[in-house]
Every structure is written in structure tokens, then in C-alpha cells.
């Protein structure tokens, strides 16, 4: 996939994301069962952010997540 495409697909998901989450975050998620829209959300969010630390640092950071005083 070429980088600019990769970089709308990621938009387009967040995009989906967003507009999801506030409308009821304790609603099932069918793809992941036992989970909320909350856990989803979350999750994703973590997702990105060790995504783009890795790639600011030049490291997967361990233990993941970071405490919020690492970042």
C-alpha cells in the first residue's frame, strides 16, 4: 500500500472512531466479543500512541502502556 494511502486509510478509521464513540460507548462491539465501544476506543487510542512513540524513539517501549509521567 503506498504511504499516502495508508495515512488516508488510518484518517478514515479515526474519523469512524470519533464520530462512534460518544454515541453510546457501553455498546457491543459485534467483531470483538465482550467488548464496549469504550474498551475499542481505548485500545486503539494505546495502539496509536506505542505506534507513534516507537516510531518518535526508535524503540518499542516495554512495559507498555508508559505511565502517563513517561510521555
Do not use: Q
Not at 31 to 59: F, N
Amino acid at each position: 500500500m503506498e504511504y499516502s494511502r495508508y495515512l488516508d486509510c488510518l484518517a478514515d478509521d479515526f474519523a469512524r472512531l470519533r464520530a462512534l464513540a460518544p454515541t453510546n460507548p457501553t455498546a457491543p462491539v459485534p467483531s470483538c466479543p465482550g467488548w464496549t465501544v469504550t474498551d475499542l476506543t481505548r485500545h486503539v487510542g494505546e495502539v496509536y500512541l506505542h505506534k507513534t512513540l516507537a516510531i518518535r524513539d526508535g524503540i518499542e517501549h516495554e512495559p507498555w502502556p508508559l505511565p502517563l509521567s513517561a510521555l
